[in-house]
């Protein structure tokens, strides 16, 4: 994990920022996951609940286009978390670093802190990688931005959960 502040976030803020206006993705892990059935259902409520939150309609593409830059500045937060995995390693590993990444948000919320996992900030690795000098035994799969969570509608959104019998197959 690296931690960024300062003026290397701001230098971070400007160079996604404009990688992101240009289209210029270059990702060290794929999109290659199918979203179908209940997973695509759930994966659009979650998008729509974020856009009624902000009055954006779907169809307004400039709106929505400038709510997804908002990644790229980390929504304000003032230190962003990068998670990397050594080039290598497989799926198993890929779990272990997630399971990581839920005890890094638990710690933080256990010490008062909000924290937003950003796939987006692993879709310009080119940009990321040399400043932290990742070099080629390391590759980015994500990053966190967290502060002290602030009141704004966005933070009020609270995703439907799924009941656990609909998660967990019982074998009694
Ligand atoms: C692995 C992972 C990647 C995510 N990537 C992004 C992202 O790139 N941008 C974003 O705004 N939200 C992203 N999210 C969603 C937010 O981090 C957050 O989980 C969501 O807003 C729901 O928050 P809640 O789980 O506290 O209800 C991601 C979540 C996870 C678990």
């Given at each position: 994990m690296h931690l960024v502040t300062g003026d290397t976030l701001e230098q971070f803020c400007a160079e996604l920022q404009a990688k992101f206006a240009a289209g210029e993705v270059a990702l060290?892990?794929?999109?290659d996951g199918q979203y179908e059935g209940v997973c695509k259902e759930r994966q659009f409520a979650s998008a729509s609940a974020l856009r009624d939150a902000r009055g954006?309609?779907?169809?307004q593409k400039a709106e929505r286009s400038a709510w997804l830059m908002r990644d790229f500045s980390f929504f304000d937060a003032p230190a962003v978390a990068f998670f990397t995995l050594p080039t290598g390693f497989g799926l198993r590993e890929d779990c272990d670093l997630g399971m990581f990444a839920q005890t890094v948000i638990l710690g933080l919320t256990a010490h008062g802190l909000g924290s937003c996992p950003q796939t987006?900030?692993?879709?310009?690795a080119n940009v990321i990688r040399p400043t932290l000098n990742l070099g080629d035994h390391k590759q980015l799969m994500f990053g966190m931005s967290f502060c002290y969570p602030c009141e704004t509608v966005v933070n009020e959104v609270r995703t439907e959960h799924t009941a656990s019998a609909d998660v967990v197959t019982f074998h009694i």
């Open positions: 060290d892990f794929p999109y954006i309609a779907r169809e987006a900030l692993a879709s310009f």
